[in-house]
């Protein structure tokens, strides 16, 4: 079974470049549930920003992760498919995709 893992960035309980693994992202688009090691050495699982995580990459799921995983793949080829996909979207170059409406214009005319 194969999952989509990323290196936390920075976050306050998981240790700064930490593998984790992206469980699902719960409807949201902004903060997938990942499992990874916290700054104290425990096993934890939290909502975690994607602007915290970088390094999406497809890798074989250990026994100790199979239980926890949602989003799995039979192959390598289709975890990577998303993986691309989240290290396309996820840290935006310019702007933050995830706002649709336009910024208010505060100038005083």
Known sequence: M???FANVVKDK???TG????????????????VVGTSTGGRIIQKYVFYKNLTNFRAKWVP??????????????????ALADHL???AR?????PWITRE???????
């Open 2 to 4: 194969y999952a989509v």
């Open 13 to 15: 309980q998981l240790r």
């Open 18 to 33: 930490a593998k984790v693994l992206i469980v699902r992202c719960n409807g949201d688009a902004e903060r997938p549930i």
């Open 63 to 80: 026994p100790r992760l199979q239980e926890k995983a949602v989003w799995e793949w039979e192959s390598k080829e289709e975890a990577q």
């Open 87 to 89: 290290s396309e979207t």
């Open 92 to 96: 935006p170059k310019k702007g933050n």
């Open 103 to 109: 910024p208010r214009n505060n100038s005083n005319s």
